[in-house]
């Protein structure tokens, strides 16, 4: 190799690598600081696309966490609701059962206070958790977690949607309950009994004439209610009502409207005179609705052949034969009709109207004309079925309460099926946290594999690139000075 002062190779190459090995000196010092092993796009370009993606990966979950976290705050306060309305649905359901027994003696009127209290109280707990119809969570919650291969996979419903979802009483079916005494209005009647500073029937009275059977045969019963100087309530005439047909089993009672109502399970009719401050605003009539019921067409006297007609009920059947004498007075008619139908539990009453027969029973029953009068006269005036009216729950003391606790079971089922999907979406939401915090600790273990520095390889490295950068310098001197061997040669010249 020759010798050269202009150009020292060797020197060259120490110095390149001395820049080198402080490059990897340089780099070895930066994964040790920063705990990183890609610390620039140039690191490890590929590696660092896809320790990206998985960082994005990790946000999304990590944020996904949060909401479903959040939902199940969300929906743990609604189960809480839900608890203590169930526990409300019991109250009503004692309180409805209380007022369903025929043998209450308390006021249904004040059970019917709480009642309503009560229904109340579920709608506004309802609003609270949202889940009355239309609230903020009466609908199809949609919780994002990530992690899923698409956003279908990505997120998680709870449908609590529709009205089958709302517990307000409406959507519960219970809106419009009532346990409150019921009873027949008298026809016309317009008065308020609940106004506590009106008196009623101020030095004088009304009287009211029932016409009923109790199973001992048929009775015309008149009460009095007598106002005196100071005149009654609304109440004190309930109970003067009441003190006098307790033992007929008929009730008196204020209905919803405030009006004078009677209910009870006895067959009976009732009317009366109108008195200028009494209860009863104009002359009124009324049958017993809460019983099925039917009246006959304009009742007469059978002229010629008999009258026939068959009443049939779970029991059997019972034919009727009604004569011109058995007719000729509707007391004598009402006694021949009931001996015909002894047992069947199917009774008639004179009607308010003084002249025609209303057939009243506890249970359904038919009725069949097979025989017209031979003239003219009877209980009705058309061959084949006549129509019965079936009893409305309102006008019996225990029907508003019967069909309350009807209405409550289902609303009990109904808010179970609700409870159901918001425990079943906590149990989901749960899972689903459960995954993406697997998903967050493997992810994130992958990434650590692409991005983190490995720390005993990098001292490692440190040490060999300073043993390295040493030994290139000390290089870089023994080239520096192999010239200066020419000036050996020039002075053996001279």
């Known amino acids: 190799m020759s010798i050269s002062i202009q150009t020292n190779v060797a020197a060259l190459n120490a110095q390149y690598f001395i820049s080198q090995n402080q490059t990897f000196q340089n780099t070895a010092i930066e994964q040790l600081s920063s705990g990183y092993k890609i610390n620039s796009s140039a690191d490890d370009p590929a590696g660092l696309a896809v320790a990206n993606e998985y960082a994005g990966e990790i946000t999304q979950l990590t944020a996904g966490v949060q909401n479903a976290t959040d939902g199940v705050s969300t929906l743990q306060i609604a189960d809480g609701g839900l608890s203590n309305i169930s ?3 019991g109250r009503l359901q004692t309180l409805a059962s209380e007022a369903a027994s025929g043998t209450f003696q308390g006021n249904r009127a004040t059970v019917n206070n709480e009642y309503q209290g009560l229904l109340a109280e579920v709608n506004r707990q309802a609003a609270n958790i949202g889940l009355d119809t239309g609230g903020v969570n009466n609908t199809n919650l949609t919780v994002y977690t990530g992690g899923g291969s698409s956003q279908a996979n990505s997120q998680i419903s709870v449908d609590l949607s529709g009205t089958n979802n709302a517990v307000d009483a409406t959507a519960l079916g219970i809106g419009a309950t009532s346990v409150a005494g019921g009873g027949t209005g008298i026809g016309g009647n317009n008065i308020n009994l609940n106004g506590t500073a009106t008196t009623f ?15 001992s045969g048929n009775q015309a019963v008149t009460v009095n209610v007598v106002g005196g100087v100071a005149g009654l309530s609304g109440a004190q ?14 009730t008196a009672s204020i209905g919803s409207a405030g009006t004078l109502q009677f209910g009870g399970s006895t067959p009976f009719s009732v009317n009366t005179t109108a ?9 009124g009539l009324a049958v017993n ?3 099925y019921n039917l009246t006959s067409t304009a009742f007469a006297a059978v002229i010629g052949t008999n009258e026939a007609f068959t009443i049939q009920n779970s029991g059997g059947s019972y034919n009727v034969s009604l004569s011109p004498a058995q007719t000729a007075t509707t007391p004598l008619a009402l006694t021949a009709i009931n001996n015909q139908l002894t047992g069947s539990g199917i009774f008639a009453v004179q009607a308010p109207d003084g002249t025609d027969i209303s057939f009243q029973s506890g249970s359904s029953f038919s009725v069949n004309e097979t025989a ?15 129509v019965v009216t079936a009893p409305t729950a309102g006008s019996s003391t225990t029907g508003n309460a019967l069909a309350a606790l009807t209405a409550l079971t289902t609303a009990i089922s109904s808010l179970g099926l609700v409870q159901g999907v918001v425990g079943a979406g ?11 915090q697997s998903q967050i600790t493997n992810i994130s273990a992958a990434e650590s594999g692409i991005r983190d520095a490995d720390v005993a390889a990098a001292a490692a490295n440190l040490t060999k690139a ?9 290089a870089l001197s023994q080239a520096n000075s192999a010239p200066q061997a020419v000036l050996s040669l020039l002075k053996n010249l001279g």
């Open 87 to 89: 526990q409300i649905l």
């Open 289 to 291: 609705t809460a019983d």
């Open 201 to 215: 029937l101020t030095g004088t009275s009304q009287s009211f004439t029932f016409n009923l059977n109790t199973g």
């Open 237 to 250: 005439v309930v109970g003067s009502l009441n003190n006098q047909l307790q033992a007929y089993g008929i």
């Open 426 to 436: 906590e149990n989901k939401l749960q899972y689903a946290t459960n995954l993406a």
């Open 466 to 474: 300073q043993v390295l950068q040493q030994t290139s310098l000390a």
């Open 275 to 283: 008195a200028g401050t009494g209860p009863v605003s104009t002359t």
């Open 372 to 386: 017209l009068a031979g003239t003219s006269g009877g209980a009705f005036t058309a061959l084949g079925s006549q």
